[in-house]
C-alpha cells in the first residue's frame, strides 16, 4: 500500500510540473530546519525515546510551482532536501508536498501575507557510526506493586548502519510574507510546521536499527525565496 501511495504523489506532482500551461509561478527558497531538543530517555532502555531529537539546525532546499485558482487561492506542488546531523548521526530527507495557500492580499500586490498548508510524503536516509554508548542506569522493579529502582547499568555497542530512503507521510502547515520586487518577481519568507508518521515505518522499529523510536517526528522550517511569475 505505502508503494502505491509513494508512485501516486511522485506521479501527480511531476505531472503538475510537466504541464508547464497550468504554472502560473514557481518559487526556489532556502532555510534552516529546526528539531526537537528535548531528548527523553526511556528508562527501561537507557535509550532516547526518539530518533530525531537532539539535530543541530539543518539546511534545506527547494522549489514549488503554483497555480492561481483565484486572486487569492493557489495550489502546488513542492519538492525539498533537509541535511542536518548530531554526533553519530546524519539525516537527508526529501519530501514530495501536495500544497494550498490562500494570499489575504492580491497575490501581485506589494504586501501579500498568506496561509498554507498540504500534504507531504518524505523519503528518510539515516546513517549511524559505529559508537559506544553509555554506561546507562537501567529501571528494575523488585515486584508488581514494588516502586521502581536503579540498580543495574548498560552500555551499548552501536554498529555502522545505513538505512536508506524510508518511505514516510505526513501533513503540514505554514504562514508566509511575499513582497512584490518588480512586476512578475517577489521575494517570501515562510515558517512551515512538519508533522511525519515515522512511527509506522516498520523499519525504524527493529531492534537492530532504531527500535527506540516511539514518536512520530516534527521539525520547523524557516526559508526565504524568490518567486517568478511565468
Not at 104 to 123: A, H, K
Not at 160 to 167: E, N, S
Not at 181 to 186: F, L, V
Request: aromatic share 18%; proline share 4%.
Amino acid at each position: 500500500m505505502k508503494k502505491q501511495i509513494t508512485y501516486l504523489f511522485i506521479l501527480l506532482f511531476f505531472t503538475f510540473v510537466a504541464q508547464a500551461q497550468l504554472i502560473d509561478y514557481v518559487q526556489v527558497y532556502v532555510g534552516t530546519r529546526l528539531y526537537p531538543q528535548d531528548l527523553q530517555i526511556d528508562p527501561s532502555t537507557a535509550k532516547p525515546d526518539r530518533f530525531y531529537a537532539g539535530f543541530a539546525p539543518g539546511q534545506v532546499l527547494g522549489v514549488s510551482a503554483y497555480r492561481q485558482l483565484t486572486d487569492h487561492l493557489c495550489f502546488g506542488g513542492s519538492f525539498e532536501i533537509g541535511n542536518t546531523r548530531k554526533p553519530n548521526y546524519n539525516i537527508n530527507i526529501a519530501t514530495i508536498g501536495a500544497n494550498v495557500k490562500y494570499n489575504f492580499n492580491n497575490i501581485e500586490s506589494f504586501l501579500s501575507p498568506y496561509l498554507m498548508g498540504g500534504v507531504n510524503y518524505s523519503f528518510i536516509t539515516v546513517s549511524q557510526s559505529e559508537f559506544k554508548d553509555g554506561p546507562h542506569a537501567l529501571q528494575k522493579s523488585k515486584s508488581a506493586s514494588s516502586t521502581a529502582i536503579y540498580t543495574d547499568t548498560v552500555t551499548y555497542r552501536n554498529t555502522k548502519t545505513d538505512i536508506f530512503f524510508v518511505p514516510v507521510y505526513g501533513f503540514h502547515v505554514g504562514a508566509g510574507l511575499e513582497f512584490k520586487i518588480r512586476e512578475g518577481w517577489g521575494l517570501y519568507a515562510e515558517y512551515k510546521f512538519t508533522y511525519s508518521f515515522v512511527k509506522n515505518a516498520p523499519i525504524l522499529q527493529r531492534e537492530d536499527t532504531y527500535g527506540f523510536n516511539k514518536y512520530n517526528m516534527i521539525y520547523h522550517n524557516i526559508v526565504f525565496g524568490l518567486r517568478v511569475f511565468l
